[in-house]
């Protein structure tokens, strides 16, 4: 069973980083587009079913799994674990952000420019790639 959820767990991550590369880049275009146009509302409706129907669900998954798998092969223990850890508690922040500003975009309250989407847009890329030296490589 350990191995059928690890593979559950790979499929949710790689669908929630999807999403959480992507969704900063629809903010960045989404600066662009006059409020009420409607280029705007069609960015609008991306930005929520994306939230809604995967990046939410995948991080739910990625969660659920991700601790039966710290829970069963003990990995709890390890100090590369704890580090692993705190860069997702850190994803998951920034997943909270992006919720929010999904909010602010539907309801046309965005303050922020092109500019901060566009350095925001890394901020999972360096992440993710924290977590995966962390997985693959056990530094410590």
């Not at 705007?40 to 799994?65: D, G, H, Y």
Request: aromatic residues 16%.
């Amino acid at each position: 069973m350990y191995e059928w959820i690890k593979a559950l767990h790979v499929i949710a991550v790689i669908s929630w980083m999807a999403g959480m590369l992507y969704l900063p880049r629809l903010f960045v275009y989404h600066c662009e587009a006059d409020i009420g146009s409607k280029q705007s509302e069609t960015f609008k409706v991306m930005e929520r079913r994306l939230l809604k129907a995967i990046i939410n669900p995948a991080m739910i998954v990625t969660w659920l799994a991700g601790i039966y798998l710290a829970w069963a092969g003990h990995w709890y223990l390890s100090g590369w674990f704890h580090a692993k850890f705190l860069l997702v508690l850190v994803m998951s922040g920034i997943h909270g952000f992006f919720a929010r500003w999904v909010k602010d975009f539907a309801a046309d309250r965005n303050k922020r420019s092109q500019k901060f989407y566009r350095i925001i847009n890394e901020v999972p890329t360096v992440l993710m790639v924290g977590i995966v030296i962390l997985v693959i490589v056990k530094p410590f």
